[in-house]
């Protein structure tokens, strides 16, 4: 399988992450403000984000959740510099609430000191055959759906071609290196998950 | 040692341009280093490759709905508001004449001589509406003199009878005022938004505009519309 992705992947020019750590913030914001937009191109990095963040249920309804949430509430983001981290962040949300929806949970997913806390669905909803992509890529996708929450998101958020800083404000991490370390350990895991399939 | 993150940059092309050389020539001589590459750049063509696989899936049609109907909705009040904006910005003198002078006395306090900052026609004309008898300026307390005793519609049923006959670079001499000729020189064909014929004349000397004695040069657009011929711009050069 490994050689024949391989072959498959090398015929993709696309540079993965086209990382724009070098420039300036604002520069930075005004290139997301004229991304600003609900167009289809958006919804569907959406739907590669929230297949990160949802593990068994279904990635369209957080998308939909967020895009409604943010149609409601259209005046207030239109210029905003990173919309899709409004989205994200919403999806998030939505994706805690049914969980706790469904498990009754009164109190917060956070531990006490402070890290988060894995969660798991019970809806058992399958994503890979919600998204339907071909089976060498369901396979990826399964792979990165059987990780750790942490590692679910980050890779999904590389999967999106985000750039290091987006990643970080979308994670909620501190500093840039525990995102740059995260994300080194997470493909490694994936690599050697890959081997083992 | 080479930290693993740096090879991950390195796969990446993420890494400080400074620390390429020396990155690369480590990996170059290390066989492990040369494998951990070979696997973030693996990792890293099989995510790209996952999004891009994801984003080629149609998105549900009760999602792919909603975008079209909201980007409709979106994109019609835009252009609403744009219509209203234009709307107002509309100085149309004949309704306006007291409000006209108080923003002449107005804009005079803050600009200079300059009627209209952008020498630019197309950009001036762009401005503009389609309307007759609507003069677009902006300028200092000069133009209050100017356009006081400038006969607009002596102007125009003059410039009626010779602008179709004149050609570029031709000098004319036309009133602007009850007992006033000067002569003008055709500089310019233009069109403007609505792409309407146009013609830039200037003055061939400077003009007195106030009783301090002030003397500028004048350069005026008149467009057709309708085949009618009137006056759409005044800027003071």
């Known amino acids: 399988m490994d050689q024949h992705l391989r072959k498959k992947m090398s015929t993709n020019s696309l540079p993965f992450n086209n990382y724009k750590n070098n420039l300036d ?26 297949a990160g963040i949802s593990k068994n249920s279904d990635p369209y309804e957080l998308v939909n959740g967020a895009f409604e949430y943010i149609k409601k509430n259209w005046e207030k983001y239109e210029e905003h510099p990173n919309l899709k981290a409004i989205a994200v962040l919403k999806m998030k949300g939505l994706f805690i609430d049914e969980i706790r929806k469904n498990k009754n949970f009164d109190n917060n997913l956070v531990n006490e000191d402070g890290s988060d806390i894995e969660i798991s669905d019970s809806s058992q909803i399958d994503i890979v055959e919600k998204i339907q992509i071909s089976s060498e890529y369901s396979k990826v996708l399964k792979i ?10 980050i890779l999904m958020l590389a999967a999106d071609e985000m750039d290091m800083k987006e990643m970080q404000i979308k994670t909620g991490v501190n500093s840039l290196g ?11 895991e994936l690599r050697e998950r890959m081997l083992h399939a | 040692m080479l930290d693993e993150i740096k090879i991950m940059q390195f796969a990446d092309g993420t890494l400080d341009p400074s620390e390429k050389e020396k990155v690369k020539k480590q990996i170059d001589n290390n066989p492990e280093y040369k494998k951990i590459l070979d696997d973030y750049i693996y990792t890293g063509e099989l995510l790209n490759n996952l999004g891009n696989e994801i984003k080629s899936v ?20 835009k252009t609403e508001s744009k219509l209203s904006f234009s709307f107002l910005n509309i100085f149309n003198i004949k309704y306006s004449a007291i409000a006209a002078a108080f923003c002449f006395v107005f804009m005079g306090g803050f600009l200079t001589n300059q009627f209209v900052t952008n020498q630019n026609p197309n950009y001036q004309l762009a401005q503009q509406t389609n309307k007759t008898y609507n003069p677009v300026f902006r300028g200092s307390a000069s ?18 009878v010779i602008a179709n006959k004149i050609k570029k670079n031709e000098k004319f001499e036309i009133s602007i ?10 500089t310019e ?27 500028n040069l004048i350069s005026l657009t008149i467009c057709k519309t309708n085949n009618y011929w009137s006056l759409t711009n005044i800027n003071i050069l």
Request: net charge positive; glycine share 2%; aromatic share 10%.
């Open chain 1, 25 to 50: 913030l604002s520069i930075y914001d005004i290139i997301n403000v004229m991304k600003n937009s609900l167009n289809q191109d958006f919804i569907k990095s959406l739907v590669v984000i929230a």
């Open chain 1, 144 to 153: 990165i759906q059987s990780m750790g929450d942490k590692c679910r998101e």
């Open chain 1, 178 to 188: 525990t995102v740059l370390s995260r994300l080194s350990n997470c493909r490694k």
């Open chain 2, 58 to 77: 149609p998105l549900p049609k009760y999602l792919y709905n909603k975008i079209i109907q909201f980007n409709k909705s979106t994109s019609k009040i």
């Open chain 2, 143 to 160: 133009i209050i003199n100017f356009y006081e005793s400038f006969n607009e519609r002596k102007f125009n049923e003059e410039i009626n």
């Open chain 2, 177 to 186: 005022s009850d007992n006033q000729s000067i002569k003008f020189q055709y």
């Open chain 2, 189 to 215: 064909s233009v069109k403007d938004k609505n792409n309407n014929e146009c013609i830039v004349i200037k003055s061939d000397k400077k003009i007195k505009l106030t009783s301090e004695g002030s003397e």
